[in-house]
């Protein structure tokens, strides 16, 4: 199986994850317009908002090809009022060397599944 066919793996995130993911996440800041942060976040940042989103109960998934962390996202709540509160908003983010390798398409699936089994 050559690089660009190479199957990709969606698993929870861990902790031993987050710089992997902070990495991800800085380049989409710098290079991209989806964040709306101007400057990327550091790793204990990064650290403190999967800690709130995991200890709440929401998903926080990485996608993996062979031993590389090729992207990652979760879901968080969509808004504070009582009428969104069973609402989310997903966030996918590819590592720029997986682009167009179907990461994103398998974090957002996983994300769905997941959060549906959340009711």
């Known amino acids: 199986m050559d690089a660009a066919t190479r199957a990709v793996l969606v698993r929870d995130a861990t902790e031993a994850d987050l710089s992997a993911v902070q990495s991800i996440y800085a380049h989409h800041v710098l290079n991209g317009l989806a964040s709306f942060e101007e400057v990327a976040p550091p790793l204990e940042e990064m650290r403190r908002r999967f800690i709130e989103i995991t200890e709440g109960g929401l998903p926080y998934v990485v996608a993996c090809i062979d031993a590389a962390i090729a992207g990652y996202g979760y879901c968080a709540p969509y808004r504070a009022r009582s009428a969104y509160r069973y609402a989310l908003e997903d966030s996918v983010y590819a590592h720029p060397e997986f682009l167009r390798r179907g990461v994103g ?7 769905v599944e997941r959060a549906g089994a959340l009711g």
Do not use: E, P
């Open 105 to 111: 398409r398998a974090l957002l699936a996983a994300l």
